[in-house]
T-cell receptor
């Protein structure tokens, strides 16, 4: 069974600064995918970034990048130049061969102006 | 950009009644999913659907639940004889078939189900 752990319930960052959100996972599969989703107060789950486990290169999407440490089963999200609109709940998620997403508990990110 | 749409946004139902939650996935997507999020808890997988049949379901998805694709655009979740513990936000998602299972799932806004 897959598990995803987000141990920090909340974090705060100053606008324009950088913040890193932590995530660890456990899986018995060799081929899997990892995601970060954002859920703003409007509640829609929005895909932020995706990482294929077989790729060593860390995924990057504009101000968002990941630090994927496969051996450590760690998948952290770095947000650079934080903006007020980044304030949201962030979920780390994993999927394997069966396509079902397993989510972590999420972390609430607040951005201070 | 194409979106997954869900209706209604909020549903209030008496315990024991049946509810149908509706979703219109993105038009060229072939995999469909339902997830739920009980207030304050993590998002949980319920069921995945492909080629007009269930491909995977969780322990939560018991005989009380069913899914259907009644036409070429809608994807529904039916909950029979609702219980108080069914109160949650229900999310529909869809993804492309090509390259599955790693294809990103696109989520709707969710339906908040409140059981009284």
């Amino acid at each position: 069974a897959q598990t995803v752990t987000q141990s920090q319930p909340e974090m705060s960052v100053q606008e324009a600064e950088t913040v890193t959100l932590s995530c660890t996972y456990d899986t018995s599969e060799s081929d899997y995918y990892l995601f970060w989703y954002k859920q703003p107060p409007s509640r829609q789950m929005i895909l932020v970034i995706r990482q294929e486990a077989y790729k060593q290169q860390n995924a990057t999407e504009n101000r968002f990048s990941v630090n994927f440490q496969k051996a450590a089963k760690s998948f952290s999200l770095k947000i650079s130049d934080s903006q007020l609109g980044d304030a949201a709940m962030y979920f780390c998620a994993h999927t394997g061969a069966n396509s079902k997403l397993t989510f972590g508990k999420g972390i609430t990110l607040s951005v201070r102006p | 950009e194409p979106e997954v749409t869900q209706t209604p946004s909020h549903q209030v139902t008496q315990m024991g009644q049946e509810v149908i939650l509706r979703c219109v996935p993105i038009s060229n997507h072939l995999y469909f999913y339902w997830y739920r999020q009980i207030l304050g808890q993590k998002v949980e997988f319920l069921v995945s659907f492909y080629n007009n049949e269930i491909s995977e379901k969780s322990e939560i998805f018991d005989d009380q639940f069913s899914v259907e694709r009644p036409d070429g655009s809608n994807f529904t979740l039916k909950i029979r004889s609702t219980k108080l513990e069914d109160s949650a936000m229900y999310f529909c998602a869809s993804s492309e078939a090509r390259g599955a299972p790693g294809q990103p799932q696109h989520f709707g806004d969710g339906t908040r189900l409140s059981i009284l």
